[in-house]
C-alpha cells in the first residue's frame, strides 16, 4: 500500500526567505507524486507533478521538488516565498503504476504562514 | 487546460434531507472521478472512486447508502448525501482523471447540516 507522510503540520517562514516542505512516501513500484496547494475553501491547484524522467521538477509559482528514490523523499522548495504563498500544501502519491484505478493518496497537508 | 466544474459551492440543508452535488468535466471526458471529504485542518480523505457507467468503488468505512454516486457520463458525475444529518457537514471535493490530463479538482461544496 502506498502512503504519504508530510513532515511539518505547519511551517512558518518571513517573505522572501526559501520555503523547504517536506514529503516522504511509501510505495511498492515506481511512484507518481504530486504537490497541490489549498487556498480558504477552495479546491486543489496542481503545483508539480513527477512521473519519469527529471527528477527535479520544477512547476508554477516557482516552486519546485526533487524527486529521491534512495530517500524515498519528494520536498518542495521556493527560493523566496511570497505573501501570497500562504496557504495548505499536499503531497500525493498516485497508485496507477500498479492500477488502472488510479488513486491519490495525500499526505496530511502542511499549511504554510508567511510572515512580513 | 482542463476544468472540473463542481456545483454547489455551498449548501444548507436541513438534518433528515438528501443533498446532491454535481461535478462536470468542462473540456475532457473523465475516465474516472473521485469523491473526497475533507474536515477542517485535515487532509482530503478518499470516499470513493466511479467509473463511467459502473458502481462506484467506496472506501473502507464509507457507507454507500448514505453516500450515493452517479458517473452516468463520461463527464458528469454525482454524490448525493441522503438523510443528511449534522455529521455530514464537511467540505466535499471531486477529482476527474483523463488520460491525458492528469488529475483535475473540482472547487468544492460546502455543505453544512442544520
Known amino acids: 500500500a502506498q502512503s504519504v507522510t508530510q513532515l511539518g503540520s505547519h511551517v512558518s517562514v518571513s517573505e522572501g526567505a526559501l520555503v523547504l516542505l517536506r514529503c516522504n512516501y511509501s510505495s511498492s513500484v515506481p511512484p507518481y507524486l504530486f504537490w497541490y496547494v489549498q487556498y480558504p475553501n477552495q479546491g486543489l491547484q496542481l503545483l508539480l507533478k513527477y512521473t519519469t524522467g527529471a527528477t527535479l521538477v520544477k512547476g508554477i509559482n516557482g516552486f519546485e521538488a526533487e524527486f529521491k528514490k534512495s530517500e524515498t523523499s519528494f520536498h518542495l522548495t521556493k527560493p523566496s516565498a511570497h505573501m501570497s504563498d500562504a496557504a495548505e500544501y499536499f503531497c500525493a502519491v498516485s497508485d496507477l503504476r500498479s492500477s488502472n484505478t488510479g488513486k491519490l493518496i495525500f499526505g496530511q497537508g502542511t499549511t504554510l504562514q508567511v510572515k512580513p | 487546460g482542463a476544468v472540473v466544474s463542481q456545483h454547489p459551492s455551498r449548501v444548507i440543508c436541513k438534518s433528515g434531507t438528501s443533498v446532491k452535488i454535481e461535478c462536470r468535466s468542462l473540456d475532457f471526458q473523465a475516465t474516472t472521478m473521485f469523491w473526497y471529504r475533507q474536515f477542517p485542518k485535515q487532509s482530503l480523505m478518499l470516499m470513493a472512486t466511479s467509473n463511467e457507467g459502473s458502481k462506484a468503488t467506496y472506501e473502507q468505512g464509507v457507507e454507500k447508502d448514505k453516500f450515493l454516486i452517479n458517473h452516468a457520463s463520461l463527464t458528469l458525475s454525482t454524490l448525493t448525501v441522503t438523510s443528511a444529518h449534522p455529521e455530514d457537514s464537511s467540505f466535499y471535493i471531486c477529482?476527474?482523471?483523463?488520460?491525458?490530463?492528469?488529475?483535475?479538482f473540482g472547487s468544492g461544496t460546502r455543505l453544512t447540516v442544520v
Open positions: 477529482s476527474a482523471r483523463s488520460w491525458t490530463d492528469g488529475y483535475t
